[in-house]
């Protein structure tokens, strides 16, 4: 059963990262990541009741402070894994990105051999080279087929940085199942409370990043952001859905690494079930070009992670 949520999660998550590329083209990053994260606050109040877990959420509160620190703990690594997103996705491609975070199934198994002295065997060594080829493959092909000759040098920088970002968010993504896993097991509590206390932290550290920034958050940037060509809200509404979508993929992810019997290196792996979604989606919306190097370089990431999960 774990195995059907935590690829859930990965088909999930990649249709919350269109919709939110989608929300981006006309919204600054400041505001997407501000009102997403706010939203997906929101959302956990009809969950709460839905479930009848309310009582247990006001419980949490009385956790020790050690516990607290745990969660907090979760929501840096949260923060880490999506807050570089809210610029990466208005500078690289969308396939691009989605195979740069395809990074993180290998990381996982890495971080699976640190942590819990877990030894990949040969298919999971296989399907992490596979991985990492997919990876060069499409980042570097995407790079060449982009790249204004006039401004390389400038480009090559502009681009090294948000590969380097993108980075930092699979590497966050890939220790997310493992931390989890050891905070279920150490902090006994509802896993939906978990969850939630930690979206608040999160929320909260935003808005001291935010308060604490040099310029402001809205002001000059909505109005002037609002009504553009895809019409006067239609951004927002892209923002709302990606919001439900991450939400829920993340939700479907915590629950499945929260069984007993799941192994978090896996649940990390069956979460990039999002990569070919976003391929196939940005091919069709976004008309990015589907070459044969990008193909192979997708199909690879794709056996690396069947490879890892076979492991």
């Known amino acids: 059963m774990w195995v059907t949520f935590a690829t859930l999660a990965g088909a999930t998550l990649g249709c919350g990262d269109l919709a939110l590329k989608m929300a981006l083209l006309n919204l600054q990053p400041r505001i997407a990541c501000f009102t997403l994260y706010f939203l997906g606050l929101i959302l956990w109040i009809p969950i709460f009741f839905m479930l009848g877990i309310a009582p247990a959420a006001l419980e949490a509160l009385q956790l020790a402070p050690a516990a607290h620190g745990m969660v907090i703990g979760r929501s840096l690594l949260q923060f880490g894994a999506y807050a570089p997103i809210f610029i990466i996705l208005r500078n690289l491609p969308m396939g691009t990105y989605a195979a740069l975070r395809a990074l993180s199934p290998a990381l996982s198994v890495v971080a699976g051999t640190i942590f819990y002295g877990d030894r990949p065997n040969i298919p999971e060594y296989l399907g992490i080279g596979f991985i990492l080829s997919g990876v060069v493959l499409v980042a570097w092909e995407s790079k060449n087929a982009t790249r204004p000759p006039a401004v390389a040098s400038a480009y090559d920088r502009f681009w090294l940085a948000n590969v380097a970002l993108t980075v930092i968010a699979a590497t966050c993504s890939g220790l997310m199942s493992i931390y989890d896993k050891h905070l279920l097991s150490a902090v006994p509590a509802n896993p939906f409370v978990l969850q939630a206390l930690s979206d608040v932290y999160r929320m909260g550290l935003l808005t001291l990043l935010l308060a604490f920034s040099t310029r402001p958050i809205l002001a000059g940037s909505l109005k002037g952001k609002r009504r553009r060509r895809d019409g006067g809200y239609l951004p927002f509404l892209y923002l709302g859905?990606?919001?439900?979508?991450?939400?829920c993929g993340e939700i479907f992810s915590f629950y499945a690494v929260s069984f007993a019997d799941s192994m978090p290196s896996i649940v990390a792996v069956l979460r990039r079930s999002s990569l070919p979604v976003s391929v196939?989606?940005?091919?069709?919306?976004?008309?990015?070009?589907?070459t044969m190097k990008k193909m192979l370089g997708v199909a690879s990431i794709v056996t690396g992670v069947f490879l890892i999960n076979a492991g």
Do not use: N
């Not at 859905?241 to 939400?247: G, N, P, R, V």
């Not at 196939?280 to 589907?290: D, N």
């Open 241 to 247: 859905l990606a919001s439900l979508l991450i939400a």
């Open 280 to 290: 196939i989606l940005a091919t069709l919306l976004f008309k990015e070009s589907l």
